[in-house]
T-cell receptor, first 114, second 113 residues
Framework: GAGVSQSPSNKVTEKGKDVELRCDPI?????LYWYRQSLGQGLEFLIY????????KSGLPSDRFSAERTGGSVSTLTIQRTQQEDSAVYLC????????????FGPGTRLTVT | DQQVKQNSPSLSVQEGRISILNCDYT??????FLWYKKYPAEGPTFLIS?????DKNEDGRFTVFLNKSAKHLSLHIVPSQPGDSAVYFC????????????FGAGTRLFVKA
């Protein structure tokens, strides 16, 4: 079956612009995660959605970052007024979420803020 | 506060030998641990996991050991192959607070032919 997909694969934007990153999780997966990986760094947790529960936003670095998950499926991560330090690979993952913890990752979106 | 630590940023091993990747954690509430492998320009892929009720889980060439008293786990790869060269992430999850998972910073493994 289809895995997790993300779009765009690459995004170059000017400082101060808004960007939207999209994630299509595996069908039927109830949990969805966003992470960011800066150059040479590990995976930084951003936000987590589980079913209809309120999302865990504890990893969002500032109020310029927000995310939505519509209909329990597709998710969009929005970064407003982008800064150069936002440059990173943004990874989305989904999980069956029913007692199983393995996450299935998409290929990531490489964001470059110039 | 790093709850999951991988203190070795890189490891180099000869093909055919054992690779041992280490991970330490601080939160005693973690009850499920996972290892992921990541190749450049790809997302991480799940490799192997272990529940806190076990101390060992084996899958082919990969074995994960868990020492709860030391809050330490390790991934053994035997025999190591050049295709194993990648970044390996240790991750931990707690049943309380949902399925949030904390990742370590990763260890880059080089397997030399």
């Amino acid at each position: 079956g289809a895995g997790v997909s993300q779009s765009p694969s690459n995004k170059v934007t000017e400082k101060g612009k808004d960007v939207e990153l999209r994630c299509d999780p595996i069908s039927g997966h109830t949990a969805l995660y966003w992470y960011r990986q800066s150059l040479g760094q590990g995976l930084e947790f951003l936000i987590y959605f589980q079913g209809n529960s309120a999302p865990d936003k504890s990893g969002l670095p500032s109020d310029r970052f927000s995310a939505e998950r519509t209909g329990g499926s597709v998710s969009t991560l929005t970064i407003q007024r982008t800064q150069q330090e936002d440059s990173a690979v943004y990874l989305c993952a989904s999980s069956p979420g029913t007692g199983r913890y393995e996450q299935y990752f998409g290929p990531g979106t490489r964001l470059t803020v110039t | 506060d790093q709850q999951v630590k991988q203190n070795s940023p890189s490891l180099s091993v000869q093909e055919g030998r054992i690779s041992i990747l280490n991970c330490d954690y601080t939160n005693s509430m973690f009850d499920y641990f996972l290892w992921y492998k990541k190749y450049p320009a790809e997302g991480p892929t799940f490799l192997i996991s272990i529940s806190s009720i076990k101390d060992k889980n084996e899958d082919g060439r990969f074995t994960v050991f868990l020492n709860k008293s030391a809050k330490h786990l390790s991934l053994h790869i035997v025999p190591s192959q050049p295709g194993d060269s990648a970044v390996y992430f240790c991750a931990a999850s707690a049943n309380t607070g949902g399925f949030k998972t904390i990742f370590g910073a990763g260890t880059r493994l080089f397997v030399k032919a």
